[in-house]
């Protein structure tokens, strides 16, 4: 199984901040990894997909980037709404396998 | 709007069996492959099974093979999960999933699966 690590497992940040979370996957997916969204109590949400492309309707200050084994979530300017648990799926091959989560809270 | 709403779960012995249920709505269930994806406590998630959208192709991670079995009822709109001979390790929230070219693009709210005696 391709083994996904993310960090950080937890991140503190301000209003405004840009924060940036990793994934690494243990060997190379191309670019078929895709990061969520779960708030406290509700179903997670797909931020990005295919390491790049925005989900419709997700706000522009959140971005991806990476390909192979390496790929960063950026969100540009930290929002109150925006405290959430996030994690990466890679959907390169079977098992898909995911990231453990980054819980980013507000400073 | 999509939705994903997984009905079944609740406390059940080990060794006995166990069927989830997943109503969509909101987009076209016969055109999406679907898929299970588990958390247990205190646990990151895991992929559990997924279905072709005619049901034509199922695939299962390891340690439920054998044991578990991922249906579709595409008149109804509802994907199935049924568990036989359950573990204490399969105790998890249980999400359903759409599954297409872009992964897993929309999530349930969860259904809690306990196993224990």
């Known amino acids: 199984d391709i083994q996904m690590t993310q960090s950080p497992s937890f991140l503190s940040a301000s209003v405004g901040d840009r924060v940036t979370i990793n994934c690494k996957a243990s060997?190379?997916?191309?670019?078929?990894l895709n990061w969520y969204q779960q708030k406290l109590g509700e179903a997670p949400k797909l931020l990005i997909y295919?390491?790049?492309s925005l989900q419709t309707g997700i706000p522009s200050r959140f971005s991806g980037s990476g390909s192979g084994t390496d790929f960063t979530l950026t969100i540009s300017s930290l929002q109150p709404e925006d405290v959430a648990t996030y994690f990466c799926?890679?959907?390169?091959?079977?098992?898909?396998?995911f990231g453990a989560g980054t819980k980013l809270e507000l400073k | 709007e999509v939705q994903l709403v997984e009905s079944g779960g609740g406390l059940v012995q080990p060794g006995r069996s166990m069927k989830l249920s997943c109503a969509a709505s909101?987009?076209?269930?016969?055109?999406?492959?679907m898929a299970w994806v588990r958390q247990a406590p205190t646990k990151g998630l895991e992929w559990v099974a997924t279905?072709?959208?005619?049901?034509?192709?199922?695939y299962y991670r390891d340690s439920v093979k054998g044991r578990f079995t991922i249906s579709r009822d595409n008149a109804k709109s509802t994907l199935y999960l049924q568990m036989n001979s359950l573990r204490s390790e399969d105790t998890a929230t249980y999400y359903c999933?759409?599954?297409?070219?872009?992964?897993?693009?929309?999530w349930g709210q969860g259904v809690m699966v306990t196993v224990s005696s």
């Open positions: 999933t759409r599954y297409g070219h872009r992964g897993i693009d929309y």
């Open positions: 909101g987009f076209t269930f016969s055109n999406y492959g």
């Open positions: 279905i072709s959208y005619d049901g034509s192709s199922t």
């Open positions: 060997q190379n997916i191309n670019r078929y």
């Open positions: 295919n390491a790049n």
């Open positions: 799926l890679q959907h390169n091959s079977w098992p898909n396998t």
